[in-house]
């Protein structure tokens, strides 16, 4: 069985010029006198990164290294660009699009592709799936919120309903999260607290925004293991349970949490332990952070001390993502 | 050993008249012509309520039936006042606090009770402490936020100075939830998705913000099993280990996680099972939410389910309750 890794990020090594409408949110990459690239919005250093964004031989080595045969490449979810007019995400999303897709033709065994769309606008999203899917790529990346709006709420509609017609998968990692001004101390906190928790609003607004309902074919998956989901869900299942209201409303909360995809990426056995039991075995695989800091490398070593069965470790390490990417069975 | 019930909630049966200077949140109570009680905050109708919010023989009645000794009586939440001028909330307050002092004195063995202070003034707060413990009350109950702010702010340190002074227990209720904008369908929503995450942000906001370093000797709950927080600490405390800023900045977060309290309000044994682990058995305890709909009750048969030993059991029904409210061992 090959070992599939859902969840790690691409950045292209430099960007096009800004269009001459184009804002204070640009990207690009700035060499800085000590050697070290740094990815810039505007004028505003966002991260320092290095070759492995791009580089398909340093990251082949590093999966070689790391027990992984197979990464879905995604965008940095900063490179979304949803607060962009919608041309210029366009011309954003096809640059790094492009890089995805060269990646893939550099290594067509060691990777697939989740790519980016101008979500900002559905109809216009839709209509670049197209350019996505005949270009090779298995699914697109979104945001768990777009420009503040959950990804359940029905404006989205026709970009899944174009979805479920390509058979694509739909990653949604964590994006400039609710719930800043909760938080006491640096601002780094951010991405800790608040990521898992606007992840779990939007896994929360698609049951309750019924969208597996109108799209039963399609494959929905969340990073870092659904971030909140899992303490939410009971409550919300009692809710629903003692409400004809919220029973006319979307389907047992329970079961369809159980029909969404999750990845590992927890840091924390006995958290992955409970994800299990909620979601299901066949329901989470492999995600890893690569390269950036918030890493989860080794994902092999970390299914074993689970000490599963081999067929359900094997799924968990690839046959699950392969179910979501719709890939043929890995071998 | 006697089983205590931390988390459930009353409501004076009738209020003063609002003062001259008050605002369109004053409470009253409504009596409609369907004989329904309900619970006003100016013009708004609030909640339906019954006597079970505020009779001592009805409330007892049922703790019999549901095998719960003791009650710590807390206010409903939406009577904290905090969006309140300083002296109304105090005059709410000391009206609700005055309800739980009958109470308590109708049946001594039944009742302990958590009393609310103007928290919008933590000097003000903690000047009221002094009245609350002159009158008996074992601690305070405060919300998740205060207008906004969570509770781990450095703001509220004067009231956490007096509350440790005086060895006296707070318990943290969800209220007024971050994120309603991420949530799609009925607005009862709202409570099932928003609290567990107000509740995990108000937790992870008192470990990032030092609260139990600042103040050692505090005894901290909260509501819901601590709401997110058991999703959010696992990632918190892989950001602080690769951190050299967060280390200086605070102390390492699932040890202080594990010096909190948490009721068992989680509607799921395998949610709650997780808890044990996460939290340690020595911390949870029983809340019902009685009299409202979001109720869990039958705290024995409840914990039961987790087959565990008697000494344990024994602990999570009344003990860790008794250690957090400083009550002398329950016999």
New interface residues.
């Given amino acids: 069985m090959s070992v599939i890794d859902i969840h790690n990020h691409v950045v292209p090594e430099g960007f096009p010029a800004a269009s001459s409408s184009c804002c204070d949110k640009w990207p690009s990459m700035k060499l800085r006198p000590d050697g070290k690239s740094v990815a810039m919005f505007g004028t505003k250093e966002f991260r320092v990164l290095d070759d492995r964004c791009w580089d398909v031989g340093r990251r082949t080595a590093d999966m070689d290294k790391e027990h992984v045969d197979v990464q879905a490449l995604s965008p940095m979810p900063e490179l979304l660009s949803y607060w962009m007019d919608v041309e210029d995400a366009l011309s954003v999303g096809r640059h790094v699009n492009g890089l995805i897709s060269d990646m893939i033709a550099k290594a067509p065994k060691r990777f697939v592709g989740l790519g980016m769309v101008p979500l900002q606008d559905p109809e216009r999203a839709a209509k670049e799936l197209s350019v996505l899917h005949s270009s090779g790529l298995s699914g697109v990346e979104i945001g768990s919120?777009i420009n503040?709006k959950?990804p359940?709420?029905?404006f989205f509609d026709p970009f899944y309903a174009e979805v479920e017609r390509l058979g694509m998968a739909v990653f949604v990692h964590a994006l400039h999260p609710?719930?800043v001004?909760?938080?006491?101390?640096?601002a780094?906190?951010v991405?800790?607290?608040n990521?898992?928790?606007?992840t779990?609003?939007?896994a929360?607004?698609m049951i309750?925004?019924r969208t597996l309902e109108k799209f039963p074919k399609l494959r929905v998956a969340f990073s870092?293991?659904g971030?909140?989901?899992?303490?939410?869900l009971?409550?919300?299942?009692?809710?629903w349970n003692?409400?004809a209201?919220?029973q006319k409303?979307?389907a047992e909360p329970t079961g369809i949490a159980r029909r969404f995809y999750y990845d590992n990426l927890?840091?924390?056995i006995?958290?992955m332990r409970?994800l299990l039991?909620?979601f299901g075995r066949s329901q989470i695989f492999v995600g890893t952070d690569y390269p950036f800091?918030?890493r989860q490398a080794f994902p092999v070593e970390f299914i074993d001390r689970l000490s599963l069965e081999k067929a359900d470790a094997d799924r968990i390490l690839g046959g699950n993502a392969a179910a979501f990417l719709n890939l043929p069975a890995a071998g």
């Fill in positions: 919120n503040g959950p359940g709420d029905p609710v719930g001004d909760r938080v006491v101390g640096p780094r906190l991405t800790y607290l990521f898992p928790v606007d779990g609003f939007a929360a607004s309750t925004g870092h293991g971030g909140t989901l899992a303490t939410i009971p409550r919300l299942a009692m809710g003692g409400s209201e919220l409303t979307f927890v840091y924390d006995e958290l409970h039991k909620v800091d918030a």
